[in-house]
């Protein structure tokens, strides 16, 4: 199938973009590596009057440490994450969920905005930013404005930017100490999107006891959903006092509105991402204990 006709729009810097946001209104639509658009375009299961495409704003792209974290462009590809020394010194639990995306064809045009701002409630790197309390930088006519990742995702391809704000970056933490990272996750195909995962981060003091946890879920609900009760279950308890099943059990027991479809029912997902959290946890809190 062919798009729908829609007029092309490429504007030369992120001012103008922003501009263009307020004189198309409702009728726009922001075009970055358009992994996830082109296809709904193409099917027509979306439809626009103007296709704003930013792929080739320099300001958009880099990664680089600023101020205690790491800040990504919005506009740098998944393949940039995957192949950056930076990111894997850095914020290992990104790089560790890159390789999950789609194949490599896919990740040298998608982008890490286009996948964030995208929302895809199965998507891996919506779950990383939840689980590291990664902040984002928009930007409007009106000025900046920095959204953090748990207000970001609202619903189903979903999230808190305002028509006219365009996504320009991704500020992640960078953790420190005897730290650990594990993302894990079922498909049916490697490269398609989650039937369930889990992506984790451990910090373990010098007792071997849990200092910080992050647990985020991802295919389990209309959003990434944060593992909070898991995390302070864990928190100020031994690696060997905490039986990893019975975490990841926790971790499930309050989801209340997770899918049902053709990849299996929600009790399906339910133990699979129960799974996938006592998979992901053991991985990251062996590597937080081997230093």
Request: hydrophobic residues 45%; charged residues 20%; glycine residues 10%.
């Amino acid at each position: 199938m062919k798009p729908a006709p829609f007029e092309y729009h490429r504007p030369a810097t992120v001012g103008e973009a922003a501009e263009m946001l307020v004189a198309l209104g409702d009728d726009a639509k922001v075009l970055a590596g358009g992994q996830s658009l082109v296809p709904l375009l193409s099917m027509r299961l979306a439809v626009v009057s103007h296709l704003i495409d930013i792929g080739r704003l320099d300001d958009l792209t880099g990664i680089e440490r600023r101020d205690g974290a790491l800040w990504v462009g919005a506009g740098t590809t998944e393949a940039a994450v995957g192949s950056s020394a930076e990111v894997a010194s850095a914020v290992p639990l990104l790089a560790a969920a890159t390789p999950f995306i789609g194949h490599l064809q896919i990740r040298n045009r998608g982008t890490v905005g286009g996948s964030i701002a995208h929302a895809d409630p199965a998507a891996e790197y919506p779950a990383v930013a939840l689980a590291l309390d990664a902040e984002m930088e928009a930007v409007s006519h009106r000025g900046p404005r920095i959204i953090p990742a748990a207000d970001f995702f609202t619903g189903l391809w979903s999230t808190a930017l305002d028509q006219d704000e365009l996504l320009v970056g991704i500020r992640l933490p960078v953790w420190t100490g005897r730290s650990g990272f594990a993302v894990r996750e079922i498909a049916r195909r490697h490269g398609d999107f989650a039937i369930a995962g889990a992506a984790v981060g451990v910090e373990l003091d010098a007792d071997d006891r849990v200092r910080r946890s992050a647990i985020a879920l991802f295919g389990l609900g209309s959003t990434p959903l944060r593992a909070t009760a898991a995390e302070l279950e864990a928190r100020g308890r031994t690696v060997a006092e905490i039986s990893a099943d019975e975490l990841g059990r926790l971790a499930v027991t309050d989801l209340d509105s997770v899918p049902s479809d053709m990849h299996g029912p929600a009790t399906y997902r339910t133990r699979v991402g129960a799974a996938m959290v006592a998979r992901a946890w053991t991985a990251a809190s062996n590597e937080a204990g081997n230093g």
